[in-house]
């Protein structure tokens, strides 16, 4: 599971808040997705912790690079976007309290899927979360690619090349 740091001071305010916070060496951190990001934005945004301020995607920074424009940078959101929606469609399912990949995995955890006949059986479903995965890779978080890989290891044995 992903966390967030919070600083000293905000501790309390977490806590207000009902953030499942908890102690990890000196760190104190609390589970993400939050509660509080509500349909792609921040319902809480006046009093947003400092770590949520401070946060820039690889996107944000690649255009703060000039190493993108911001038709391009739009472009590649809708593009994620479409697909994220394209996976929600392809699951049969749509739960905002759960990311796309929790969904993902549940599918690909299902006891019927055990054997790898997720990914035999559905392979659009399989292409798309990868185009995600690559794109999300590149341009938002590095680590959806590792996420993914995580997932369909243990599925890709049983598939004959």
């Given at each position: 599971m992903t966390r967030a740091v919070l600083m000293p001071d905000e501790?309390?305010?977490?806590?207000?808040?009902?953030?499942?916070?908890c102690r990890q060496g000196k760190q104190d951190l609390?589970?993400?997705?939050?509660?509080?990001?509500?349909?792609?934005?921040?319902?809480?945004?006046?009093?947003?912790?400092?770590?949520?301020?401070?946060?820039?995607?690889e996107m944000l920074k690649r255009l703060l690079a000039g190493e993108v424009n911001l038709d391009q940078a739009l472009e590649i959101v809708r593009?994620?976007?479409?697909?994220?929606?394209?996976?929600?469609?392809?699951?049969?399912?749509?739960?905002?309290?759960?990311?796309?990949?929790?969904?993902?995995?549940?599918?690909?955890?299902?006891?019927h899927n055990t054997s790898g006949e997720a990914l035999k059986s559905h392979p659009e479903l399989l292409l798309k979360a990868r185009m995600l995965s690559l794109l999300g890779n590149k341009y938002f978080e590095p680590k959806?690619?590792?996420?993914?890989?995580a997932a369909v290891q243990p599925l890709r044995a049983s598939i004959p090349s």
């Open positions: 501790v309390e305010k977490a806590e207000r808040l009902n953030l499942s916070v609390f589970a993400l997705p939050c509660a509080y990001h509500v349909d792609k934005k921040c319902s809480i945004y006046e009093e947003r912790f400092k770590v949520c301020g401070g946060y820039q995607c593009m994620v976007q479409r697909l994220e929606q394209e996976i929600y469609q392809l699951l049969g399912k749509h739960d905002a309290s759960k990311s796309v990949w929790d969904l993902f995995n549940e599918f690909l955890n299902t006891e959806l690619d590792a996420e993914l890989n």
